[in-house]
């Protein structure tokens, strides 16, 4: 199994809701990653899970919160978001956090915030 | 808000020619570098990485220049196919040896023409 596979494919909620991006991979890498990207815009990373820890958290605002509940496993917890928050939020993982940058990637979560 | 008439740079390429994409990088410090495909409707998919002591590195169809002199990429992409048609990202690994933070270039869209 070579895919991170990342659900809802779309997502619509208000400023007020709560919502929660989820993301699984069975390759058995120990790093994960949380990209957000805006249209025609490059990913932009958000944070980096390594071995179920935080690692780096790219100064987001504190209405995002990730959680990473195993290995296999990765959330992002949505909470009071802006309509600028709108974009398709990528999930990735990789072996480790040693390497050349190669990272699987979901095919994303496309989040709509009215 | 997003730009109005936001684009990305577009290469047109006649199917079965070759395809130059170029990126300029910004850390001279950077290790690896990494080029990322990411066709409509999906996530960024690795093509190929080369490392900050190479000049050139080949893989199937694909081959990748890196001039530090210049901080400058390119990505060849031989007998270009339909399937090639996407949008291609560099990327630099700035922190190769623990938490692979990548930081995406702005991207360049390929359209192949059959």
């Known amino acids: 199994d070579t895919e991170v596979t990342q659900t809802p494919k779309h997502l619509v909620m208000g400023m007020t809701n709560k919502k929660s991006l989820k993301c699984e991979q069975h390759m058995g890498h120990r790093a994960m990653y949380w990209y957000k990207q805006k249209a025609k815009k490059p990913p932009e990373l958000m944070f980096v899970?390594?071995?179920?820890?935080?690692?780096i958290n790219e100064s987001v605002p504190s209405r995002f919160s990730p959680e990473c509940p195993n290995s296999s496993l990765l959330n992002l917890h949505l909470h009071a978001l802006q309509p600028e928050d709108s974009a398709l939020y990528l999930c990735?993982?990789?072996?480790?956090?040693?390497?050349?940058?190669?990272?699987?990637f979901g095919e994303g979560s496309r989040l709509t915030v009215l | 808000g997003e730009s109005v008439g936001l684009h990305l740079p577009t290469l047109s390429v006649q199917e079965g020619d070759n395809s130059i994409i170029n990126c300029a990088y910004s850390?001279?410090?950077?290790?690896?570098f990494i080029w990322y495909k990411q066709e409509s409707g999906k996530g960024p998919q690795f093509i190929i990485d080369i490392r900050s002591n190479m000049d050139k590195r080949q893989g199937q169809r694909v081959t990748v220049l890196l001039n530090k002199t210049v901080k400058h990429l390119s990505l060849q992409i031989a007998a270009t196919q339909p399937g090639d048609s996407a949008v291609y990202f560099c990327?630099?690994?700035?922190?190769?040896?623990?938490?692979?933070?990548?930081?995406f270039g702005k991207g360049n869209q390929v359209v192949v023409i059959p």
């Open positions: 990327a630099e690994n700035l922190s190769p040896h623990g938490n692979n933070r990548l930081a």
């Open positions: 850390n001279s410090a950077s290790d690896y």
């Open positions: 990735a993982s990789s072996p480790g956090t040693v390497g050349t940058g190669e990272l699987f």
């Open positions: 899970y390594s071995y179920e820890k935080l690692s």
